[in-house]
Structure formats: structure tokens, C-alpha cells
């Protein structure tokens, strides 16, 4: 018969939250924010085809942070539970709020029951109809969920990247400045500048005709933002 | 929300990117009818959308369909739409039992962009052709009982720079046309219509006439397809496929075509 040592329930999640912060501040960053037409999302990633930020939906986008592993499993979930709710129901009955319950959900249920947590953060956002539509969801790796407001930076240096925002951020920013802004910030904690080929931005246009708000803005389109 | 795709599978290997193969595992009585049986009566009473066609021209490949669903001899609809766009690149014409078509649609551009959104990348335009094909072989039982599906599908190749379109039959056969194909009862008279009528290179004027004059052709010969009307303003559908996406033409284009040849038909 295996020996199994015991250990305090206290002791075991606060090794489990250490363990996951860890391996989240090791990561870079990913900012979330508000701008004129809708939410952006903005990370730096060398990586031109390993995305942290992605479509979720017609109106809902994702965006992680961590073990890319990990929260690329929670983009692919969260696509398959969206897709069959829209085909199922209608297409307006997705909802970031049911998502994001169940990103919690799942997150709680991996960081009490399994062998590791999971190493990520992640972001859900959502636009709909005017302004006061968009909501972003910050939802931990132990699956405790924010409702955010106007921005949220999560990842690395999270708290310097959020002290930073609070300095600059001004409601309905145009998407080159809120872009700008954005990889300003991104940048401050070491005081580097980030290149265009290293950005990765998608955005939600609560303008765009398209039934699908999400965009991706490719490099040449940021690098003219940054530019201007 | 649905519990079994959430907690996560962490012992897949390689996510399936197929939104007809998670249904079939998470939702299995959304695909249940698939394998039912139906009664030939039943099947007679069933809505069937009729003629639709497509044809390449120089920018690309346009399809088009009219606007009749018939149930026997009962005309049930005057304004059924049998022309879609699949994705950006892309369009489906469906003739056939319309309940299955207009649902067959539904699942074929979820399929798509399914796949779109999980990989990061659009299937090839043969990719989605395939998948196509899958999804009417699928509907073989219910074909073998009356209801057939049988589409045609348009895209743009962007690989090829050209547009490409596709016929099927109902048991999946996949074909791939270089100039005209029309599907569904008026298909006949359709086809005769657009051999005189199609060359090389139509401008896009040109290639909308020529689909409409199909389309009237089709419905004087065949009752259960549905003619152009100028005064209900019930007009053709068109979508258009090009290297800059699938858009539908707009109503003012396919009336001006419309115009043109009862003008010339008196």
C-alpha cells in the first residue's frame, strides 16, 4: 500500500497558486482595452503563427497568457462550446458571460482535481451593440473571474503594465492611438521600444459590417498605426 | 452550457477540426434524422427548392438560383433563398428538399469556419469541395427515400487565382465543371439556355444575363421552377465570387438583367 504524506488543503492550493504564478510571470503580457470602435487586444509575440490572441465568435475574442499548451486548449474549448451554441440555439444566444463561467468552471475543476494546475491567464471580451455592450472577463488560472473595465493587462508584468494604463488611459482613444498607447505600455517595464514584427493585435470593430467583428490587424497595418 | 466539451481533453491528440464530427460526438440528436425513415407520402409533402446554377466568368464564378419551393403541386414558397455564401471565398446553390438543403447549408459553412477559426487557416478550396461531398453522402439514406440534396458549389481558388465550381451528385459524386452546370428540375432547359449563351470571359454584366436568361428559360419550361417577377419584385439570387470575396449581387443589377432580355423577347 502507497503512503501517501499529508498535507494541509491550505498548504496544498497556496503550492498550486505559487506554482501557476510562476510559470504565468514568466510569460509575457497581453492588454486588453477599450477604444472608439470597440476592444482591443495587444500582446508582444515574436511569434508570427502562435497566436495568444484569437476569434472566439462573431462578437468574442480570446486572448491568454502562460503555458501556450494550456491556454491553446482553452481557445479550441471555448470555440467548440460557442459553435455548437450558436448552431444549436441562434447565433445572438453566444454569450462572453456563459463562456467565461465556463472557462471558470473548467479552470476550478483543473486547479483543485488535477495532478497541476494550469499556468495561464486569460482574457474573454465581447462587443455588442454601443459601448456600454462591451465587457471583458479576466479569468484566473485557479478559475476566479473579474468583470473588467476599460482595460486589464494580464501575464508577466501585469501589475506594471495596469499602474501604467491607469496613467494614460482616456475613453475612446481612435485605434492608432489606443495601438500606440498600447505598445508604450507594453514596453515600460524594461523601458524598451517594441518593433511592429513583434506586436500582435486583434480587434473586436463594434463598426464592422461583417457579421464576424473580429480582426486580426496584420504587421504592415500596425507598423502604419505606430508609424502615424 | 455543454459540459462534456468543457472540462478540457488533454489526452487528444491533435484537435479535430471538424464541427460536423463535434456535433455528431456533443449533440448526437441534432444528426439523429440522418438515419430515419421516411414514408414516400411524407416525402411527397416535402418542400423542394428547384433550379440553380452557376457559371465561371472572367473574375471568378457566379451562382444563381431562382426563388420557387414547390410541395407536389403546391407552390410553397415564392421568395426561398437557395443561394449562399459558404465562407468569404465561397458559395453554396442548393436544389432539393429544402428542409435538409437549407440545414445541409447551415452545417457546411459552420464547417467551415470551424475549421478556419481552430487551425488560423481557411481550407483549400478543394478541402471544402471534399467536405462537401461528405456531408451529401451523409444524407444518402434520406436521398434513397426522395429526399435529395444536390448542390453546386462556387469558389474562389486563391491558390489558382481563379474560380472554380463544383457539382454533385446525391450520393456524393463530386465533379468539377470548366464552364456552366446547372442542378434540380429545370436543370434540363437550364443547361440548353447557358451552352448557347456561355463563352469565355464573360464580364460580369454579361455573366449575370446570362444566368438570368438561364433561370427564365428553366422556368418557362419546368412549372415548378419560379420566373422573374417585376411587379412582385421577386427577382433571382446571385452571388458573385472573386479574388475580393463572395458578395451577392445587388437586386438592381439582376433587375436591370431581367430588363434587358424581356426587352429583347418583347
Do not use: C
Amino acid at each position: 500500500m502507497s503512503f501517501m504524506p499529508y498535507v494541509a488543503p491550505e498548504q496544498m492550493m497556496k503550492d498550486r497558486s505559487e506554482y501557476a504564478h510562476k510559470g504565468i510571470a514568466r510569460g509575457r503580457s497581453v492588454i486588453g482595452l477599450e477604444y472608439g470602435d470597440g476592444l482591443l487586444f495587444i500582446a508582444e509575440n515574436p511569434s508570427a503563427t502562435l497566436h495568444k490572441i484569437s476569434e472566439i465568435y462573431d462578437h468574442i475574442a480570446f486572448a491568454g497568457v502562460g503555458k501556450y499548451s494550456e491556454f491553446e486548449d482553452l481557445r479550441i474549448a471555448g470555440i467548440r462550446l460557442a459553435d455548437l451554441r450558436g448552431f444549436s440555439y441562434g447565433r445572438e444566444d453566444v454569450k462572453a458571460r456563459d463562456l467565461a463561467n465556463a472557462y471558470s468552471q473548467a479552470l476550478s475543476n483543473i486547479f483543485t482535481q488535477q495532478m497541476k494546475p494550469y499556468e495561464v491567464e486569460i482574457l474573454v471580451g465581447e462587443v455588442d451593440g454601443d459601448a456600454s455592450g462591451t465587457a471583458i472577463y479576466h479569468i484566473l488560472f485557479d478559475g476566479s473571474v473579474t468583470d473588467e473595465h476599460e482595460f486589464v493587462a494580464i501575464g508577466g508584468h501585469a501589475d506594471d503594465l495596469m499602474e501604467s494604463l491607469r496613467g494614460r488611459f482616456t475613453a475612446g482613444w481612435d485605434l492608432a492611438t489606443a495601438v500606440k498607447t498600447a505598445v508604450e505600455v507594453l514596453g515600460s517595464p524594461e523601458s524598451r521600444t517594441i518593433e511592429a514584427d513583434a506586436i500582435e493585435a486583434g480587434v473586436l470593430d463594434r463598426t464592422r459590417s461583417h457579421r464576424r467583428k473580429f480582426r486580426r490587424l496584420e504587421e504592415p497595418e500596425i507598423a502604419g498605426l505606430l508609424a502615424g | 452550457m455543454t459540459d462534456h466539451i468543457l472540462p478540457l481533453s488533454g489526452a487528444s491528440f491533435g484537435a479535430n477540426p471538424s464541427f460536423v464530427d463535434l456535433l455528431r460526438d456533443a449533440r448526437p440528436e441534432a444528426l439523429a434524422h440522418l438515419h430515419q425513415t421516411v414514408t414516400a407520402e411524407a416525402a411527397a409533402g416535402v418542400a423542394h427548392g428547384t433550379t440553380v446554377l452557376g457559371l465561371i466568368y472572367a473574375d471568378g464564378v457566379l451562382v444563381a438560383g431562382d426563388r420557387r419551393a414547390t410541395a407536389g403541386y403546391t407552390i410553397a414558397d415564392e421568395t426561398m433563398r437557395k443561394v449562399f455564401s459558404a465562407d468569404d471565398y465561397s458559395a453554396i446553390a442548393i436544389a432539393g428538399a429544402a428542409g435538409m438543403a437549407v440545414e445541409m447549408v447551415r452545417l457546411f459553412q459552420l464547417e467551415l469556419e470551424h475549421y478556419e477559426k481552430l487551425t488560423g487557416d481557411r481550407l483549400s478550396l478543394e478541402g471544402k469541395a471534399n467536405r462537401l461531398a461528405q456531408l451529401i453522402r451523409q444524407n444518402f439514406p434520406l436521398a434513397m427515400q426522395g429526399l435529395v440534396v444536390v448542390p453546386l458549389f462556387g469558389g474562389f481558388d486563391e491558390r489558382r487565382d481563379a474560380g472554380r465550381l463544383f457539382y454533385y451528385d446525391a450520393t456524393g459524386g463530386r465533379w468539377e465543371e470548366d464552364d456552366y452546370q446547372a442542378t434540380g428540375s429545370g436543370s434540363q432547359p437550364a443547361k440548353n439556355s447557358l451552352k448557347k449563351r456561355w463563352r469565355e470571359g464573360l464580364t460580369r454584366r454579361e455573366a449575370i444575363e446570362v444566368a438570368v436568361e438561364a433561370l427564365l428559360d428553366a422556368s418557362e419550361d419546368d412549372v415548378a421552377t419560379g420566373g422573374p417577377s417585376v411587379h412582385r419584385r421577386i427577382f433571382p439570387l446571385a452571388l458573385a465570387v472573386t479574388a475580393s470575396g463572395a458578395d451577392e449581387v445587388p437586386e438592381a443589377e439582376v433587375e436591370a438583367a431581367v430588363d434587358a432580355i424581356l426587352e429583347v423577347r418583347g
